[in-house]
């Protein structure tokens, strides 16, 4: 029987098959495999022992049916890997999980697993990336109305928009670079943290094994790797799903009819809107982005939760952890690849821009007060001058410059710098310096990443 969403619905298989029940498995299997390689490396186990494991392990002769057969006799998952292993080791039977515990396993399995996943979502955000660098080299001189309080403020281009967003995921993909070498760690001191039954090589063992692995490794641990790891990996997840449901809340709002400035791709040969309004034409995926990435960000509570545990550890943390860093690593991936997908088939309404920031005089107030400024007028004096002709246009149902006029602005200015001030292309700033510099950093970031990003 099938239940969760994520079995028919959502996510990629990639990132599902890396925390699938079989992939786990192979995963821990390796774990015991690079042990007992560590082990035999410093004469703890006898390297015959080693050899018989890893032919075990590489041979992919432990077999999940097994497995599961066997736990439904001992009850303990980890235990009836290490049974399974065990019944077809020769030579390696006797030292099969020698020195160390269930969460030596289970943790360093956990940090290979999200050092995979982040691979892959270092490579969703670089597509993402290039989709937002076509759009901004494609925008960063189309004019648009910049929006406060969800209403009409001075003017920007829809390139300074798509900049500020690749900025965002520029940030991202350093703190994932920055982050991955304190949240990519395994540990094999045993139950409690000592590591006394491996001996005096006990931390060269972990070391070697996490080394073997493509991990790093606890300095000092209880019997669980400190879940500090975990939540900074959940937050940086969250951060990322933040900025995809601003992006995507954004083109919801920009596709309303009454505004109409973007919108979603839609096949209108195929696509329903709407069971019981044909018409429709709905962003149904900025929707589910933003549905999905406020679950994703609910999984970072019960790890916030399993930071606490009881003495050198408890069992709290173990069940919803099998929910945790897989949904959200799932999920955020699967909500990335859309936001990629919408930003590369995004309708741009460009004539709709342009129309309503040239009809909306208001939107060069500023423009205006600094154009007062620059002939003269102290600039709170401006400020008040503009306020006044404003709240006297709204009043009288007139036009921005009119009202102007009528409060004698030409006393001022010329009527020549007045048209030049009330031009929304006069008053972009450094937009589009903005825009080429954050191109130039992405492209620069992802140079870098190109060779860093994890197998």
């Not at 041979?59 to 001992?74: D, H, M, P, T, Y």
């Not at 009881?310 to 099998?322: G, M």
Request: charged residues 25%; negative net charge; glycine residues 6%.
């Amino acid at each position: 029987m099938i239940v969760s969403p994520l079995d028919y619905r959502y996510g990629r298989e990639n990132v599902k098959n890396i925390f699938s029940e079989k992939t786990r498995l192979n995963i821990m299997l390796n774990v015991e495999s690079a042990i007992a390689q560590a082990e035999s490396y410093y004469g703890v186990i006898p390297d015959s022992a080693y050899l018989d494991i890893k032919k075990v392990v590489d041979g992919n002769e432990v077999q999940l049916s097994r497995v599961k057969e066997i736990e439904a006799s001992i009850n303990h998952d980890v235990m009836s890997i290490v049974e399974a292993l065990t019944e077809k080791c020769t030579a390696g039977k006797n030292y099969v999980h020698f020195g160390v515990t269930s969460n030596d396993i289970n943790d360093s399995a956990s940090a290979i697993q999200m050092k995979r996943a982040l691979s892959i979502i270092i490579s969703d955000l670089m597509v993402l990336s290039k989709a937002l660098v076509k759009l901004i080299n494609e925008n960063e001189e189309t004019i648009m109305v910049g929006r406060t309080h969800g209403q009409h403020a001075s003017p920007i281009t829809l390139g300074l928009k798509f900049s500020v967003y690749l900025s965002e995921i520029n940030r991202h993909l350093e703190r994932i670079q920055e982050a991955r070498k304190r949240i990519i760690a395994g540990k094999i001191l045993g139950p409690v943290g000592t590591g006394a039954a491996l001996g005096k090589n006990a931390l060269k063992i972990q070391e070697k094994t996490c080394e073997i692995l493509g991990i790093t490794h606890e300095t000092a641990s209880t019997q669980i790797v400190g879940r500090d790891r975990y939540i900074e990996y959940l937050s940086i997840i969250n951060n990322i799903s933040v900025s995809l449901e601003k992006f995507a809340t954004e083109i919801r709002n920009l596709q309303r009819p009454e505004i109409y400035e973007l919108a979603e791709y839609f096949d209108n040969d195929k696509q329903v809107g709407s069971s019981s309004m044909p018409s429709k034409r709905n962003p149904v995926v900025s929707e589910n982005i933003v549905s999905l990435a406020r679950l994703t960000r609910s999984f970072i509570i019960p790890e916030y939760e399993a930071g606490v545990q009881w003495h050198e550890r408890d069992l709290t943390n173990s069940a919803l952890e099998r929910f945790t860093i897989p949904y959200a690593s799932i999920l955020v991936d699967d909500i990335i690849i859309k936001m990629a997908g919408v930003f590369s088939n995004l309708f741009i309404n460009k004539e709709e821009m342009k129309k309503k920031a040239y009809e909306d005089q208001f939107i060069m107030s500023e423009s205006v007060t600094t154009a007062l400024v620059g002939h003269g007028m102290p600039r709170q004096e401006s400020h008040e001058f503009v306020r006044e002709a404003s709240m006297y246009a709204y009043d009288h149902s007139i036009t921005f410059r009119e009202s102007l006029i009528n409060k004698g602005i030409l006393q001022h200015m010329p009527e020549k710098d007045l048209n030049d001030s009330m031009n929304p292309e006069n008053f972009l700033g450094v937009s589009k310096e903005i825009c080429e510099d954050t191109i130039k950093n992405s492209d620069n970031l992802q140079k870098y990443l190109a060779g860093e990003i994890y197998d």
